[in-house]
């Protein structure tokens, strides 16, 4: 069974511009969860996807989004970027939100450097 | 407060030694997980072990073991007989529902291998 897959793998880009990131989930599993990794500020949970529907949303500003189509891919998008938004951004993907039990399993990430 | 706490911030071992990663965590619901993931260089995050709050017996899978300790709340992941390849970054993480069951992460221990 192939696993998480994001694309692209990296990314440059300027100030001001804006991004959308891809995740495709193991197939069967319907939801989907993006963190930001930064050296400074750790690995903090962005949002998750599960049915076409937002479930839940960290501490982010709105410039930070995302969806999920009906095939559980999930894309986010960053508006006006940042320096600070520069970080490695990673998907992962379970089979229910809502469960403890649940392992959450990441793909291989995006390295996004903003100029 | 910090929920999940991972006071090792690196940690040198000699190949083919035994080595623990501490985790300690604070929840005060009766169920939740705790999760270990390694990150290489590479970045993707590698899930390895879980382990319930209602197991009764320590989570292993292959070199790694879960030392869980409830009533401590700490779960250190303990890697048998290291491999120069285990050489990476090392997470802690918990799913509660006070936090609806995203996942928490800690800090990471930096885990060098010495051949």
Known sequence: KAGVTQTPRYLIKTRGQQVTLSCSPISGHRSVSWYQQTPGQGLQFLFEYFSETQRNKGNFPGRFSGRQFSNSRSEMNVSTLELGDSALYLCASSLEPGDPRETQYFGPGTRLLVL | ?115
Not at chain 2, 54 to 68: H, I, K, M, P, V
Not at chain 2, 69 to 91: E, H, P, T, W
């Open chain 2, 1 to 115: 407060a910090q929920k999940i706490t991972q006071t090792q911030p690196g940690m040198f071992v000699q190949e083919k030694e035994a080595v623990t990663l501490d985790c300690t965590y604070d929840t005060s619901d009766p169920s939740y997980g705790l999760f270990w993931y390694k990150q290489p260089s590479s970045g993707e995050m590698i899930f390895l072990i879980y382990q319930g709050s209602y197991d009764q017996q320590n989570a292993t899978e292959g070199r790694y073991s879960l030392n869980f300790q409830k009533a401590r709340k700490s779960a250190n992941l303990v890697i048998s007989a290291s491999q120069l390849g285990d050489s990476a970054m090392y997470f802690c993480a918990m799913r509660e529902p006070d936090s609806n069951y995203q996942l928490i992460w800690g800090a990471g221990t930096k885990l060098i291998i010495k051949p």
